[in-house]
């Protein structure tokens, strides 16, 4: 008995000298990964999605709920990411967020058609766009410096042809 508490006891201090020795061994497990120090697009999907959970669900929560805190009080992963979201993997754009028209001309008709949509608009561009720039560190689109692949309604919002 003594012999075994003895070989017990040299385990267990072994552990904790490692944890002293190496105490990053312990978070690293929980530890956020992300931008700026690795870059979204070099993020792997275990990183991505816990990049998401603790940093973008919560500052975006803040951001709609501001917007709109009754249709939003509710704000998950589901929201940007659909019903389906982790079937598919969590890609994007969304099923579930209403596409927009792919033209100038059949947006401005949805825009002039539905009366909540210059108010979303405004909201969308002013503050989801860039505050998703600022999370994931990528640029974002802007009318007056196109950049290729920037950050933009199309990453949430699937496009679709829509007659006015
Ligand atoms: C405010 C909207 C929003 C919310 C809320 C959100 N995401 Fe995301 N998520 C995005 C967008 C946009 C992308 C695509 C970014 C890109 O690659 O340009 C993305 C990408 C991802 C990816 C990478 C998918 C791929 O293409 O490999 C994962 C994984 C992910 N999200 C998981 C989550 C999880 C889990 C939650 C909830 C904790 C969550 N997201 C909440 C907007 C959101
Ligand atoms: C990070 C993801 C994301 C980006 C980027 C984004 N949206 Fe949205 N959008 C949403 C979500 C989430 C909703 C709410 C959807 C819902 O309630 O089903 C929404 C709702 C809307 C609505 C209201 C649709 C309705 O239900 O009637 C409009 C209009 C809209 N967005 C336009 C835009 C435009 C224009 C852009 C680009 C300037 C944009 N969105 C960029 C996530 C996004």
Redesign the pocket.
């Known amino acids: 008995m003594g012999h075994l508490r003895k070989y017990f006891l040299g385990i267990v201090s072994g552990t904790t000298l490692a944890l002293l020795l190496f105490p990053s061994s312990l978070s690293a497990r929980a530890k956020v990964v992300g931008p700026p120090e690795v870059a979204w697009k070099d993020m792997n999907a275990k990183q991505k999605r816990v990049y998401m959970k603790e940093a973008v669900q919560p500052k975006?929560k803040e951001v709609?709920q501001a917007f709109d805190g009754k249709?939003?009080a509710k704000f998950t992963c589901e929201?940007?990411h659909g019903k389906d979201a982790s079937d598919r993997k969590y890609k994007m754009p969304?099923n579930?967020?209403?596409p927009?028209p792919n033209t100038p001309e059949t947006?401005q008709a949805?825009m002039k058609k539905?009366p909540?949509?210059p108010k979303?608009?405004e909201f969308?561009?002013k503050k989801?766009?860039p505050a998703?720039g600022t999370l994931l560190d990528v640029p974002v689109?802007n009318p007056a410096k196109p950049v290729k692949g920037a950050?933009?309604?199309e990453?949430?919002?699937r496009l679709e042809t829509t007659t006015p």
Request: charged share 15%; net charge neutral; aromatic share 24%.
């Open positions: 975006m709609f249709r939003f929201t940007c969304s579930d967020i209403h927009l947006f949805m539905e909540t949509w979303f608009t969308m561009a989801v766009v998703m689109f950050f933009s309604c990453k949430c919002h």
